[in-house]
């Protein structure tokens, strides 16, 4: 197996799934990046669009057009932050809390029907998890120290 088609498998899967997440997510008007956002504001709301994107490692504009959607969809309130004008938080409604209990209970329901047995997918986590350790290593000279293609040949 090269690196190569280990990336192309890496790729594929996760369109899959983002598909029919999004496929099952659809009916409570939220997609799988509403559904993060979601997730985040649960323990803590409100919470400004920079921290979202910083904590999703995302960019603030992608955050921000998940956000008018969410709204849209009467999810979340945007507002001003009175303290800091210069800061848009997000909070969750009644109806985003409805959206998110609906939302796990389908996804407890489609991950069981698309993820491996346990041993399996606990594999599967701990390599992906050692595999993103990796990309967050910092290059050594603007170059890994070890090249993910060297490993791979």
Not at 85 to 91: P, Y
Request: aromatic share 6%; with cysteine.
């Amino acid at each position: 197996m090269t690196t190569v088609d280990i990336i192309s498998s890496l790729m594929r899967t996760q369109r899959m799934l983002s598909s029919q997440l999004n496929k099952a997510f659809t009916p409570y008007g939220v997609s799988w990046a509403g559904y993060e956002i979601l997730q985040m504001l649960v323990p803590r709301n409100p919470i400004s669009i920079l921290t979202l994107a910083r904590e999703l490692e995302r960019h603030w504009t992608s955050i921000a057009h998940t956000v008018n959607g969410l709204e849209r969809s009467g999810h979340v309130i945007r507002y001003r932050n009175p303290s800091y004008r210069r800061e848009n938080l997000v909070e969750m409604t009644d109806s985003g809390y409805d959206a998110c209990t609906r939302v796990n209970e389908v996804l407890a329901v489609t991950a069981g029907a698309c993820l491996p047995d346990d041993d399996v997918a606990s594999a599967l986590l701990a390599g992906l998890g050692a595999l993103e350790t990796e990309l967050r290593r910092p290059p050594q000279n603007g170059v890994r120290a070890e090249s993910i293609t060297d490993r791979s040949m």
